[in-house]
């Protein structure tokens, strides 16, 4: 077993997109399973791929009982939007309330390149749309305005300054 270390705001990595993957081997093998790992360690709701320094676009999901990954994958949310809490593993102790799509599906392919796509509502939903942004180099707090936004990144400024 594998867990990796979660990459903090402030990594260039999480701010680069992902390259797509073009090689199904033992290696993407390794990064999968290294992402599941990960990714079921208590609290975890998903991990990106950037987010354990690999800038390739795949992520791993554990909710609900449903524990698994897509490598390439294309979202597609629909469904209306609600409000919900959202957080991310690499800014930890930030949290704010996002707007998402209630229910989402993400296409792409398993580790031997056969494609494969997930739907879910609700939580895992929010989770794929969360991952998937990683994977573009956004962040859920691009997502913020106004107030909320200002507040969030004071927080995150305060958090970096004592990382020093």
Do not use: W
């Amino acid at each position: 077993m594998t867990v990796r270390p979660i990459r903090l705001v402030g990594d260039p990595v999480l701010r680069t997109a992902c390259e797509l993957v073009t090689r199904f081997d033992d290696g993407l093998a390794r990064l999968v399973e290294d992402l599941i790992d990960t990714v079921q360690v208590r609290g975890r709701a998903g991990v990106a791929a950037n987010q354990i320094g690999v800038s390739l676009a795949v992520f791993a999901y554990n909710v609900d009982g449903r524990l698994g990954y897509v490598v390439n994958p294309v979202l597609t949310a629909d469904a209306g939007e609600e409000e919900g809490p959202e957080a991310c593993l690499s800014l930890p102790g930030i949290g704010a309330v996002v707007s998402r799509a209630i229910r989402a599906t993400v296409a792409g392919f398993d580790v031997k390149g056969d494609p494969v796509a997930v739907s879910g509502q609700g939580e895992l939903a929010r989770c794929f749309q969360h991952e998937t942004g990683h994977l573009r180099g956004e962040l859920y707090i691009d997502r913020l305005d106004g107030p909320e936004r200002a507040q969030v990144m004071r927080r995150l400024r305060e958090q970096i300054a004592a990382r020093g």
